[in-house]
């Protein structure tokens, strides 16, 4: 099954996406996104996107691309919690560690590693899929035939 998927930026960026056809979007909380500040949405955004989201039958993820420090930990498990309590589809997480700490302490939600992670061949997909991920974002120098040669390969989604 294919989903469109497309960057929400801002929350008037994502309902638009929604609008023009997306199935799913995924956005950026503030300071966690690793994106630019104009494309990133407080928490009571991501909320209001979520909201509108299970509305219409689409999905969000949230974009926590950050690599937290060993303080920032607890908050970052937190946020999470809360993102998927909402109804986000997912989450897309860069960090390997934090990759296995989300699929231990939430079993059933859907982790996407980020294009940010660096996933240069089949060899570090099949590591992504074993800290638990279940899509890997694939950076864009990958040509079609690349992808095609390795998805019967994976066993995750790309």
């Known amino acids: 099954m294919v989903i469109l998927m497309a960057p929400g930026g801002t929350r ?4 638009s ?11 950026g909380p503030k300071g966690w996104s690793r994106r630019p500040s104009t ?3 407080s928490d009571a955004e991501i909320n209001e996107v979520i909201e509108y989201g299970n509305d219409v039958g689409k999905d969000v993820r949230v ?11 607890r908050q970052f498990l937190n946020k999470v919690e809360r993102y998927v ?11 390997p560690g934090c990759i296995r700490l989300v ?4 079993p059933d939600v859907e982790i996407h590693v980020s294009v940010t ?14 800290l638990g991920a279940n899509h890997i974002v694939l950076p864009y120098r990958w040509g079609a ?3 095609e040669e390795i998805r019967g390969q994976a066993e995750v989604g790309l």
């Open 117 to 130: 992670a660096g996933v240069f061949n089949i060899e570090d997909i099949h590591f992504y899929r074993e």
């Open 12 to 15: 008037e960026m994502a309902i």
């Open 17 to 27: 996406a929604f609008e023009h056809g997306a199935d799913s979007v995924y956005v």
């Open 39 to 41: 494309n990133e949405l």
């Open 145 to 147: 035939a690349e992808i």
């Open 85 to 95: 309590t909402w109804g986000a589809g997912g989450v897309m997480i860069c960090d």
């Open 63 to 73: 974009a926590i691309n950050v690599m937290p420090s060993p303080g920032e930990i």
């Open 103 to 106: 699929r231990r302490h939430f």
